[in-house]
């Protein structure tokens, strides 16, 4: 079993950046495909990125592409969400996620694929 902890929220302005964080403990990291997802208030959970055991594929949701980008660091147990040109729909409660992928190069981008979730970190963008 993984426990997953997300760091790097914050506030941050208009057109600002983050770097969000997810360390993961407990278990072997690299059997696991891991994702990024938000919750708005009032809102469902989305998905925002996800990428391979071996880093070596990704997938970004539409509302990510060309402003976000994941990357891991297997060697640190790490998942990072790079965050730029930050709007305030961004605004939200993100989530880190992981779970056992048969294939190294596998991602899965619905919430149900997922076994293991973080706590969460806040990020608010203001105008």
């Known amino acids: 079993q993984v426990q997953l902890v997300e760091s790097g929220g914050g506030l941050v302005q208009v057109g600002g950046s983050l770097r969000l964080s997810c360390a993961a403990s407990?278990?072997?990291?690299?059997?696991?495909?891991m994702g990024w997802f938000r919750q708005a208030p009032g809102k469902e959970r989305e998905f925002v990125a996800a990428?391979?055991?071996?880093?070596?594929?990704?997938s970004h949701a539409d509302l990510a592409k060309g402003r976000f980008t994941i990357s891991r660091d297997n060697a640190k147990n790490m998942v990072y969400l790079q965050m730029n040109s930050l709007k305030p729909e961004d605004t939200a409660v993100y989530y880190c996620?992981?779970?056992?992928?048969?294939?190294?190069?596998?991602?899965?981008?619905?919430?149900?694929?997922?076994?293991?979730w973080g706590r969460g970190t806040q990020v608010t963008v203001s105008s």
């Open positions: 996620a992981a779970t056992r992928s048969v294939q190294s190069y596998f991602y899965y981008i619905t919430s149900s694929q997922y076994d293991y």
């Open positions: 407990g278990s072997t990291f690299t059997v696991y495909a």
């Open positions: 990428i391979s055991r071996d880093g070596g594929t990704t």
